[in-house]
């Protein structure tokens, strides 16, 4: 019962790269976010995803692109990396509903030189 | 708008209590609170929702006050694994997800 997994867990990229990180889960949670935090900052939404094939901006999506091709992941794309999207990225899921809390993953620490 | 969280930093020694607050300038529906250790990935603690009970875990609980959209964490003779810092995390009505406060980091020492 792995949860919410996040891969890579580091990553180091240059400045004009790209890459995607990957979130999926196995508690077929229909809702999924992504979250950046920065130090004293808290966690900041950058997309999420309320099922299959829909996904929504949230408060920081710049810069950012997101898929759910399938229900149980959710990728974040950065077409052209900068050194402002140097952050700790969390993916979290959650039933429909308000009874429960989100399940995070362990997050990717991830810096742009 | 992100809810405002206080104090930013609490430390306590083993035994002693403290309260966590965490307030909207928004209408709120619910209320999450999570816990995240150096490192880790937060933890959901307890949930509130409007109308709801005060809810309680072990010596950790937490109240909603809806007419001044404000909740509140109590700690209660506080351990060495309480240390970490606190989210609040807050929606409103006909949305799921969280906004999330800055943190409050609590210290334990012995």
């Known amino acids: 019962n792995a949860g919410v997994t996040q891969t890579p867990k580091f990553r180091v990229l240059k400045t004009g790269q790209s890459m995607t990180l990957l979130c999926a889960q196995d508690?077929?949670?229909?809702?999924m976010y992504w979250y950046r935090q920065d130090p004293g900052m808290g966690l900041r939404l950058i997309h999420y995803?309320?099922?299959?094939?829909?996904?929504a901006k949230g408060e920081v999506p710049d810069g950012y692109n997101v898929s759910r091709l399938k229900k149980q992941n959710f990728l974040l794309g950065l077409e052209s990396a900068a050194p402002s999207q140097t952050s700790v990225y969390f993916c979290?899921?959650?039933?429909?509903?308000?009874?429960?809390?989100?399940?995070f993953g362990s997050g990717t620490r991830l810096t742009v030189v | 708008q992100q809810p405002v969280q206080s104090p930013q930093a609490v430390i306590l020694r083993e035994g002693e209590d403290a309260v966590i607050n965490c307030s909207s300038s928004?209408?709120?529906?619910?209320v999450h609170w999570y816990r995240q250790k150096h490192g880790e990935a937060p933890v959901f603690l307890m949930i509130?929702?409007?109308?709801?009970e005060q809810k309680g875990h072990e010596k950790i609980s937490a109240s909603f006050n809806e007419k001044k959209q404000q909740s509140s964490l109590y700690l209660t003779a506080s351990q060495l694994s309480y240390s970490g810092t606190y989210f609040c995390?807050?929606?409103?009505?006909?949305?799921?997800?969280?906004?999330f406060g800055k943190g409050t980091k609590l210290s334990v020492i012995p």
């Open positions: 979290a899921s959650s039933v429909i509903g308000r009874s429960e809390g989100y399940t």
């Open positions: 508690m077929n949670h229909e809702y």
């Open positions: 995803s309320v099922g299959e094939g829909t996904t």
């Open positions: 928004k209408a709120l529906y619910s």
């Open positions: 509130l929702l409007k109308g709801g």
């Open positions: 995390g807050t929606a409103g009505a006909g949305s799921y997800q969280l906004t």
